[in-house]
C-alpha cells in the first residue's frame, strides 16, 4: 500500500473535498493499466497479442494491454516500433489535430523521455519541425535516444535552459539554426511542467509510485521545480 505524504493529502483534500479526495487515493492504490502507442513509420501491420478489446478512444494508435510485459526483451520495443506510454499522455493528439493544419515548427520544452515529443511529431502536418528540450543532461541523452529510435527525420533533440539561446544538438541545417533563436519561431510550445520534477508543486503531488520518491519529498525537489520549469 502507497503511503502518502501528510502535505500531499492535506492539500489535495483541501483542493477536492473529502469524497472527490478518497475516490483519487483509492485509484492511486491500483494498480495502472498498461498501454502503448505503434509507429506507423515502421510498423504498417503488427498484431499485438496482449492487446485488450477497449482501446484509448483519443488516440489513433493507443493499445491497452492486459498486463506489463517485460519490454526490454523485446527487439521491436529498442527498433521504436512502439512506445510504452499512459493513455491518459496521448490525448495531446486530439489538441494538435484541431488546432494544427499546416506545417509548423514546435517546441517540447520539457520532453524527456520522449514520448509527447514522438507522439506530437507522428501527428503534425507533413513538413513540420519538432525540436524537443530538455534541460536536465542526463535526461536528454534517454529523450535523444528515444526520438533516435522513434526514427522521424523532422526531430531535433536539445539540452539547454530555456533562458538561453537553443544550440542543437546534434548539428542541423543552417535554415533551423536561424529559428531555433527566438522563441517567436515556434508557432506551438508545449511545456509539461510535471515532467520535469517528481512533484508537482509545493504540496509534493506524488503521481510517482516510487515510495522512496514519496519518502524524500520535501528535502530538495520542490526548490529546484521552479528554475527547472522556467
Known amino acids: 500500500k502507497m503511503n502518502l505524504p501528510a502535505s500531499f493529502t492535506e492539500y489535495t483534500r483541501a483542493l477536492l473535498g473529502v469524497e472527490e479526495y478518497e475516490k483519487l487515493v483509492s485509484a492511486l492504490q491500483q494498480e495502472p493499466p498498461v498501454s502503448i502507442r505503434l509507429n506507423r513509420l515502421k510498423v504498417h501491420r503488427l498484431k499485438v497479442e496482449n492487446a485488450l478489446s477497449v482501446q484509448p478512444p483519443w488516440s489513433s494508435e493507443g493499445i491497452y494491454l492486459d498486463e506489463r510485459l517485460t519490454f526490454t526483451f523485446d527487439p521491436l520495443f529498442h527498433a521504436g516500433c512502439y512506445y510504452v506510454q499512459e493513455a491518459s499522455s496521448m490525448f495531446v493528439e486530439q489538441v494538435l489535430r484541431q488546432h494544427v493544419t499546416k506545417p509548423v515548427v514546435m517546441l517540447d520544452l520539457c520532453a524527456a523521455p520522449g514520448g509527447k515529443s514522438t507522439h506530437a511529431r507522428s501527428v503534425l502536418p507533413e513538413g513540420s519541425l519538432l525540436?524537443?528540450?530538455?534541460?536536465?543532461?542526463?535526461?536528454?541523452?534517454i529523450l535523444a535516444e528515444n526520438l533516435?529510435?522513434?526514427?522521424?527525420?523532422?526531430?531535433?533533440?536539445?539540452?539547454?535552459?530555456?533562458?538561453?539561446?537553443?544550440?542543437?544538438?546534434?548539428?542541423?541545417?543552417?535554415?533551423?539554426?536561424?529559428?531555433?533563436?527566438?522563441?517567436?519561431?515556434f508557432f506551438l510550445i508545449h511545456q509539461n511542467a510535471s515532467a520535469v520534477c517528481s512533484h508537482l508543486d509545493a504540496a509534493h503531488i506524488p503521481f510517482s509510485r516510487d515510495q522512496k520518491l514519496h519518502d524524500d519529498s520535501g528535502k530538495k525537489d520542490p526548490a529546484l521545480c521552479p528554475d527547472r520549469e522556467g
Do not use: F
Open 148 to 185: 533516435t529510435k522513434w526514427g522521424h527525420p523532422e526531430m531535433r533533440a536539445e539540452c539547454h535552459s530555456p533562458d538561453i539561446p537553443l544550440k542543437p544538438v546534434p548539428p542541423v541545417p543552417y535554415m533551423y539554426r536561424r529559428i531555433l533563436k527566438r522563441a517567436a519561431a
Open 131 to 141: 525540436v524537443a528540450n530538455e534541460v536536465i543532461r542526463n535526461r536528454s541523452q
